[in-house]
């Protein structure tokens, strides 16, 4: 008999009516023949009220402290609820079921509180109870350290404990089920024309998750890919007796056969742009800058160097997250005699746009598409980074929609 993995989001967990729908799911599978671990999400809204918990006792004056074990106590709750509902439902519907908190599988984590990675799963336990014939429903976004305090996955994180579960158990797939019915080459709330991609490669889905494509946490993409784990997105929104439809597989790019030049367009409206006036020209500078972002944690983005004509002075504009901003912004102030520029201002009403494609490996003409597309809006393109299969833009975020839809028409992507 198949081990199978199921995830549920959460929107599909959000009140009881829809958790017995998620019963039925599960049962299905069951029924299949299927060895089935779920995993969960807190309620909808959940997770956000216990950050803004902790964000009201004192946390977000301090940003994200890593070594806030409590952030972690507080904001890991949502998803022992929805665990322990789902448990019982089952149980109600006449099925062996038992819930499963982070600690007690154990899902073993590094000590990064608030975006912890996984370390190891034994699987031994989780898998006696599966082959023993009971349903495990996970609390997922939980782990434990190996001192035993409680971790969470970073936001976004019940998909990354899904596919490491997969992994452990040697899951034959791991079905994420979310409120859209599969990928979509853009986010289907921007772009009601958005199309379901039937397949996507790992590479291409961990350039979407990683430029703002929330349906998949990045994280659970490069586990996938790494390990090789099947990914299914589908909806968990449909009627008693009524079958998923088939979602959108994330597999090696191998498996597809119909390559296209770009797969999707994704936004992020997490980023702020800072800039530097007046850098002094000379190496070592940009080198200094960043080393001591780094050394507080700041991950930084986009980056882009100009060089003024006439003088011996630059200007640099970098993007961080906007979490980071006033943090990123304290930190270079704090070393300004040292790097010797004259002033710095940030901005927080800046989007990031990104067209993604494997295609783009062997095509030219992509960026033209893209940034004629944009001038034709009147949207200004304030940087600009690129890798192997994507291009970014920063933009203002006011014309995030506009921008998101034009590039969509552009390359197509509403007829395929
Ligand atoms: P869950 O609570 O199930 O984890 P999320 O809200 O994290 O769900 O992710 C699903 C959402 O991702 C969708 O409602 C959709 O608005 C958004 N999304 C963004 N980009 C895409 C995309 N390319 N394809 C599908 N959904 C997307
Ligand atoms: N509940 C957590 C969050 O909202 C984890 C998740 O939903 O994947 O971020
Ligand atoms: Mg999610």
Redesign the pocket.
């Known amino acids: 008999m198949s081990r199978l993995v199921m995830?549920?989001?959460?929107?599909?967990v959000a009140d009881l009516e829809r958790i017995r729908r998620v019963g039925r799911l599960v049962a299905a599978e069951v029924e299949a023949g299927h060895r089935v671990a779920v995993v969960v999400?807190a309620m909808?809204g959940k997770t956000n009220e216990l950050v803004a918990w902790t964000d009201g006792a004192g946390q977000a004056a301090q940003g994200l402290d890593p070594s806030d074990d409590e952030y972690d106590t507080v904001v890991a709750s949502g998803e022992q609820v929805t665990a322990g509902l789902l448990a019982m439902t089952l149980r109600n519907m006449g099925l062996r079921a038992r819930s499963w908190l982070g600690w007690q599988v154990p899902i073993i984590t590094d000590e990064a509180h608030g975006r912890a990675r996984i370390d190891d799963i034994p699987p031994e336990k989780l898998v006696a109870a599966l082959d023993a014939g009971e349903i495990a429903v996970i609390a997922g976004f939980q782990g434990v350290t190996r001192d035993g305090r409680i971790s969470t996955l970073g936001r976004?994180g019940?998909?990354t404990s899904a596919v490491a579960i997969a992994a452990a158990v040697g899951a034959s797939c791991c079905d994420?089920?979310?409120?859209?019915d599969?990928?979509?080459?853009?986010?289907?709330?921007?772009e009601q024309r958005?199309r379901?991609?039937a397949k996507i490669s790992y590479e291409e889905m961990l350039e979407?998750a990683s430029l703002?494509?929330?349906?998949?946490?990045t994280r659970s993409v490069e586990l996938a890919m790494a390990q090789r784990v099947p990914v299914r997105?589908l909806s968990?929104f449909v009627e008693p007796g009524e079958a998923p439809g088939q979602g959108?597989i994330v597999c090696d790019e191998e498996e597809i056969m119909e390559k296209r030049i770009v797969s999707?367009?994704?936004y992020s409206r997490d980023e702020a742009k800072i800039t530097l006036f007046g850098l002094p020209d000379h190496p070592g500078v940009s080198a200094l800058i960043f080393s001591r972002l780094a050394d507080a944690n700041v991950n930084v983005d986009m980056i882009v160097q100009s060089r003024a004509r006439t003088t011996d002075v630059a200007n640099m504009e970098f993007t961080v997250g906007k979490r980071d901003a006033a943090r990123a912004v304290e930190i270079v102030r704090a070393a300004q005699a040292e790097i010797g520029f004259e002033d710095v201002a940030v901005d927080e009403d800046v989007a990031k746009v990104s067209v993604i494609g494997v295609g783009m490996r062997s095509h030219a003409g992509v960026a033209k598409t893209m940034f004629t597309a944009l001038a034709d809006k009147g949207v200004n393109i304030q940087v600009i980074s690129t890798s192997e299969i994507k291009i970014s833009v920063l933009i203002d975020a006011a014309y995030t929609e506009l921008a998101v839809r034009a590039l969509h028409a552009a390359y197509g992507l509403d007829q395929l």
């Not at 994420?176 to 859209?180: C, E, F, L, N, S």
């Not at 599969?182 to 921007?190: A, C, L, N, S």
């Not at 703002?212 to 946490?217: E, F, P, S, T």
């Open positions: 995830k549920f989001g959460g929107t599909s999400s909808a976004g019940s998909d994420i089920y979310t409120d859209v599969g990928v979509y080459t853009t986010d289907p709330r921007i958005a379901r991609l979407m703002g494509a929330k349906v998949l946490q997105v968990s959108t999707g367009v994704a």
